[in-house]
């Protein structure tokens, strides 16, 4: 796990180093009075590689993947509240207008 956390944290060293390439090549080219079309290619593999440092620390520091058991007596509610009139579900469907009747205007 410990290599795991350091390959991540060179690979997000490595991301920030791409990004203040990008940085200082833009500010040249503003010296030089030149359009940006783009970061180098070296500034682009320097992104990737970063990115894929990243994502396999990503998958391997947390550990195992574990299955899960849809019979395990864990995975079940064991008791509700006694008084179920104060459950709240917050949910993307109280943005919506309580009315169904709205009519189009002309």
């Known amino acids: 796990?410990?290599?795991?956390?350091?390959?991540?944290?060179?690979g997000a060293l490595v991301l920030f180093h791409a990004a203040y390439s990008t940085i200082q090549y833009k500010s040249l080219?503003?010296?030089?009075?030149?359009?940006?079309?783009?970061?180098?290619?070296?500034?682009?593999?320097?992104?990737?590689v970063g990115l894929l440092l990243c994502f396999w620390a990503a998958?391997?520091?947390p550990g195992k993947f574990l299955s899960i058991h849809p019979q395990s007596d864990e995975n079940r509610i064991v008791s509700l509240p006694a008084n179920l009139d104060f459950m709240i579900f917050n949910h993307r469907g109280?943005?919506?207008?309580?009315?169904?009747?709205l009519k189009l205007k002309h």
């Open 1 to 10: 796990m410990a290599l795991a956390l350091t390959v991540g944290v060179f």
């Open 29 to 48: 080219l503003k010296i030089t009075e030149e359009e940006f079309s783009g970061p180098p290619f070296n500034v682009v593999i320097e992104l990737f």
């Open 59 to 61: 998958l391997t520091v």
């Open 94 to 101: 109280k943005v919506f207008p309580l009315e169904t009747d």
